[in-house]
């Protein structure tokens, strides 16, 4: 019978030490980039720590004052949006000595708040929060002590960094481009939101205050209407279903992600309805699959890998003390314009 094989003993920063030749304070100080560090001493270390196969102890590095992990927080990761904004932060710290650990905690309020105390609890260096639906008061209360960046949330801080795309603008875009192919019957489709939870400009919030305030400046607020509907494939379908079965269907839809965008597409081809020639459709996020050959989608472009990199920018500026003032920046939209949006069919 053959002996379990042993663990292999994990390696130590005394071994790394004995193995380059210097004092331990000096791989702590390689370990901290420390300054004062030569090159040759750097060289000299991380040499030793890559023949070793030398990985810190995060709890370790916790109790010196660092982790180098960053934790992010998104609610579905099936929205492809999301996807775009983790690439960009990938990107930015890509050739950092920082990690990236994900939490997709659901839509509940509930749920994201332990995710994120969860962050925190382990010491993670800072957070990016997508979107978030917990208390806003929670996520201050944090952020007052880990470093954290919202994306998403209008609502102005002085406490968390702000990333954020000109919703309002976003949508004004959409309703132009609409109206000036002739439709007047738009509906929106938009995220119902986390009740209670504090925040009073998110995504949804601005983006339908957009919609009206461009539908009201076309002369149509009679035929604004929004169905609320999670920003999934399921949601998109359950609101095209109840849109497009109505005694009077919209000409056109919008909605507040591409990924819903897909769903009202699939309630309408279960119809029997074409898009565009029965109902003109337009997302928003602009996510690699809008420009499938087979989907071909109107789009809101806001910029998702560059929020994502500039979110890590601006948390990386944060934790290694660069800055100490909370700061916001805003992505302008533009509308890309494919093959789910024309002029609406003749109706008797």
Same mark, same amino acid.
């Given at each position: ?15 790394? !030490? ?21 090159? !040759? ?16 102890? @995060? ?58 105390? =969860? ?7 800072? #957070?990016? #929060?997508? !979107? ?48 000036? !192919? ?29 919609? #009206? ?53 699939? @309630? @309408? ?10 109902? =003109? ?30 979110? @890590? ?36």
């Amino acid at each position: 019978m053959e002996s379990a094989p042993q663990r292999k003993k994990r390696v130590t920063i005394t071994d790394v !030490a004995h193995h380059a030749g210097v004092s331990t304070a000096a791989v702590s100080k390689v370990l901290r980039n420390a300054y004062g560090v030569s090159a !040759a001493m750097q060289e000299r270390v991380r040499a030793a720590m890559a023949e070793l196969d030398y990985r810190p102890h @995060a709890a370790a590095r916790g109790m010196r004052g660092r982790t180098y992990t960053i934790g992010v927080l998104l609610d579905n990761i099936r929205n492809t949006f999301f996807a775009d904004i983790l690439d960009g932060i990938q990107d930015q710290l890509h050739d950092s000595e920082y990690t990236v650990m994900v939490g997709a905690a659901g839509f509940g309020a509930d749920a994201q708040a332990k995710t994120i105390r =969860s962050m925190v609890d382990r010491q993670m260096d800072g #957070l990016i #929060l997508i !979107a978030p639906g917990t208390q806003r008061t929670e996520v201050m209360a944090m952020a007052q002590s880990t470093p954290t960046v919202v994306i998403g949330h209008h609502d102005p801080s002085d406490i968390h960094d702000s990333v954020l795309d000109a919703d309002g603008l976003g949508a004004g875009l959409v309703i132009d481009h609409l109206v000036s !192919a002739g439709h007047r019957d738009i509906a929106l489709v938009s995220a119902p939101g986390t009740k209670s939870s504090q925040w009073t400009r998110t995504p949804e919030i601005v983006l339908t205050s957009g919609y #009206l305030e461009a539908m009201e400046r076309h002369g149509l607020q009679e035929y604004s209407r929004v169905c609320r509907a999670a920003y999934s494939d399921d949601g998109g379908y359950k609101a095209g279903m109840s849109l497009l079965t109505a005694e009077k269907p919209p000409t056109a839809i919008m909605t507040g992600a591409d990924v819903a965008a897909l769903g009202v597409w699939r @309630a @309408a081809h279960e119809l029997g309805l074409r898009v565009p020639e029965d109902v =003109s459709l337009v997302g928003y996020n602009n996510t690699a699959i809008a420009d499938l050959a087979t989907v071909q989608l109107t789009s809101v472009d806001q910029a998702g890998h560059t929020m994502g990199s500039t979110a @890590a920018k601006m948390l990386i500026e944060r934790v290694e003390g660069h800055r100490d003032r909370a700061t916001q920046t805003t992505m302008t939209p533009r509308l890309v314009v494919r093959h789910s949006t024309s002029a609406p069919a003749a109706r008797p």
